[in-house]
C-alpha cells in the first residue's frame, strides 16, 4: 500500500517563504506524476503544482514565479518551494501521487492515485 506523509506547513508572515515536502513510501518501483493541491476554507481543492517522472511541470497561474515544485526519483520524494507568500496562499496542501507501481516483482501493484493526509499553510498579513 502506497503512503504519502507531508511535512514542512505551519504559519508565515506575507513575503515570506516555506518549503513543504512529501515522502512516498510502500515498496514503489515508480511514480508517474507528483503534484501538490490545496484546499481553502469553503472552496474546492485545486491544482497548485505537478512534476512528471521526466521533470515535466505544471503550475497554478496564481503561483507562476513564486512556487517551485521539484522531485526526487530515487527517494520518492516531492517538494514545493514556496516564496512571496501571501495571505490567499492560506489552506491545507496536500500532496498526490498518480500512477504509481509498487509491490514486488511477483506480485506488481498498480494505483491510480493516492493522496495525503495534508498539511496547513497559514500565511498573515
Known sequence: QVQLLESGGGLVQAGGSLRLSC???????????????????GRQRELVASVGSG???N?????KGRFTISRDNAENTVYLQMNSLKPEDTA??????????YGSSM?????????????????SS
Open 23 to 41: 515522502a512516498a513510501s510502500g515498496a514503489i518501483f515508480s511514480i508517474d506524476i507528483m503534484g501538490w493541491y490545496r484546499q481553502a476554507p
Open 55 to 57: 521533470g515535466r511541470t
Open 59 to 63: 503550475y497554478a497561474d496564481s503561483v
Open 92 to 101: 491545507v496542501y496536500y500532496c498526490k501521487a498518480e500512477g504509481v507501481l
Open 107 to 123: 506480485n506488481p501493484q498498480f494505483s491510480r492515485d493516492d493522496w495525503g493526509r495534508g498539511t496547513q499553510v497559514t500565511v
